[in-house]
């Protein structure tokens, strides 16, 4: 700002100079007597004058201009910067696919169960464990989650909202018997979460930032007895207060024949729709709880996850993770087994 004052001071200055050196050329010209001489000065001086003002027009384009007031990408709501909701995240040309981005966490973790499962079932025939797994009650546990934007569609303003983005996600979980050299240290399960959504902002600064409409698969990918999957249609719903943000999500099964279907009495355990609750009280620290219940009076069943991420003295790569389980469904193929685990490891930041 101070610059540009200074810039401005010595501009009018230039002009006031400019101004008094053209009436002097003027009288100058005025005073020739022969005609076509005093039309050659006063062309020289018009020619004089515009070059003049082509050179100042130039400076002044070239001198830089002051900083535009743009947000700060680190300040950015937990929801707006997840879903480009101020698209921000765009890439340099309007034809590329967007970078990838965070999802959901992504971590790595050391953990105990308080309860394995050695003998996963279900209600489908030939979907039971033969002989009992050898498990160890301690494992690690790592999720990798991703998505991109594949296309986006700036002011919209259609029934309340005013953008649309598509975007194409991947979650991976997976659960690794790494304290059991005796047994090879296997990976006991992986959970494929491929999903596509599409994302309806609102342009609230608070309370309802954004509608998400989702398509979801999920399976393990393993053989019988032990393969579960599912296909799920879901809403979901984004609030946000500040620090404090809420998701609310309700999803339908899509059908199987019964020759097909993994596990026929998933929703009975893991019910049609989760909420979650993300906290961030100082931007660099967040906590994250997970909440899912069947809302059956008789046959209640539910699960709750509560992560915390929190800076490491190692560096800016990654974040203390804590996370704390217990209920139904931890994983797919734990699905109707209850087990309590608590793990602790790092989580990657935002990238």
């Keep these: 700002m101070k610059e540009k004052i200074q810039f401005n001071v010595l501009l009018l200055a230039s002009c006031l100079a400019a101004l008094s050196a053209q009436a002097s050329d003027l009288s100058n010209c005025a005073s020739i007597g022969d005609v076509s001489e005093r039309l050659k000065c006063y062309d020289k001086l018009a020619q004089s004058e515009s070059d003049a003002s082509s050179h100042a027009g130039s400076r002044q384009n070239n001198f830089p201009s002051p900083i535009a007031d743009k947000p700060d990408i680190k300040q950015r709501s937990y929801l707006v910067r997840s879903w480009n909701l101020d698209g921000l995240n765009h890439s340099n040309s309007e034809h590329d696919i967007g970078r990838l981005s965070p999802h959901r966490a992504s971590y790595f973790i050391a953990r105990e169960s308080t309860r394995t499962n050695p003998n996963p079932n279900t209600p489908s025939p030939g979907h039971n464990a033969l002989t009992p797994l050898m498990i160890n009650d301690y494992e690690s546990k790592f999720q990798i989650s991703f998505k991109s934007e594949v296309w986006d569609a700036e002011q919209i303003h259609w029934m309340g909202f005013e953008n649309l983005h598509f975007w194409a996600g991947y979650t991976q979980q997976s659960n690794w018997q790494l304290f059991t050299p005796n047994n090879s240290s296997p990976f006991r399960e992986s959970n494929y979460e491929p999903e596509l959504i599409a994302t309806l902002g609102t342009g609230n600064l608070s309370g309802l930032k954004l509608i998400n409409l989702g398509m979801l698969h999920q399976s393990n990918g393993q053989a019988l007895p032990l393969s579960r999957s599912w296909n799920r249609l879901y809403v979901q719903g984004g609030w946000e207060w500040g620090d404090l943000s809420l998701s609310g999500r309700g999803w339908w099964r899509i059908p199987e024949s019964a020759q097909q279907d993994d596990n026929p009495d998933i929703t009975k355990y893991l019910g049609h729709g989760d909420v979650v609750v993300h906290w961030e009280p ?36 990654a974040k203390m993770h804590v996370q704390l389980t217990s209920g139904f469904g931890e994983s797919l193929i734990d699905y109707n087994h209850r087990q309590t685990t608590i793990g602790l490891g790092f989580s990657f930041r935002d990238w």
Excluded: C, H
């Excluded at 899912?292 to 800076?311: C, E, H, K, S, V």
């Design 282 to 317: 100082n931007k660099i620290e967040s906590v994250n709880l997970l909440l899912r219940n069947n809302l059956r009076i008789n046959q209640n069943y539910g699960f709750m996850q509560l992560d915390w991420a929190t800076p490491m003295p190692l560096g800016n790569f």
